[in-house]
């Protein structure tokens, strides 16, 4: 079992930056992949970023050039530093830790807004 948690959320106007973290605890040695995933109201959620445990990246056309992900296995921790956002980009975003061996995320955390003014 792996338990994930998110902060760094919040309110920023366009053009602002913010910068999320997930914070991994259980089972870690088992996980490969961790992603951020993202869901606006009225919309599926979407794949936002992917990062392997030897760190490919893996980023969707819609954050290209402004969002960057990172992995600290030292702390079980992954970031999400977001650039140059837009109004667009506001959703509930969410990280996801995959084992190895697996095809899917099994493992998600709680969410955390992020909410963009125009």
């Known amino acids: 079992q792996v338990q994930l948690v998110e902060s760094g959320g919040g309110l920023v106007q366009a053009g602002g930056s913010l910068r999320l973290s997930c914070a991994a605890s259980?089972?870690?040695?088992?996980?490969?992949?961790m992603g951020w995933y993202r869901q606006a109201p009225g919309k599926e959620r979407e794949l936002v970023v992917s990062?392997?445990?030897?760190?490919?990246?893996n980023y969707a056309d819609s954050v290209k050039g402004r969002f960057t992900i990172s992995r600290d296995n030292r702390k079980n921790t992954v970031y999400l530093q977001m650039n140059m956002l837009k109004p667009e980009d506001t959703a509930s975003y969410y990280c996801?830790?995959?084992?190895?061996?697996?095809?899917?995320?099994?493992?998600w955390g709680q969410g955390t807004q992020v909410t963009v003014s125009s």
């Open positions: 996801a830790a995959r084992f190895r061996g697996t095809d899917n995320y099994q493992y």
């Open positions: 259980g089972d870690t040695i088992c996980i490969s992949d």
């Open positions: 990062i392997s445990s030897g760190t490919s990246t």
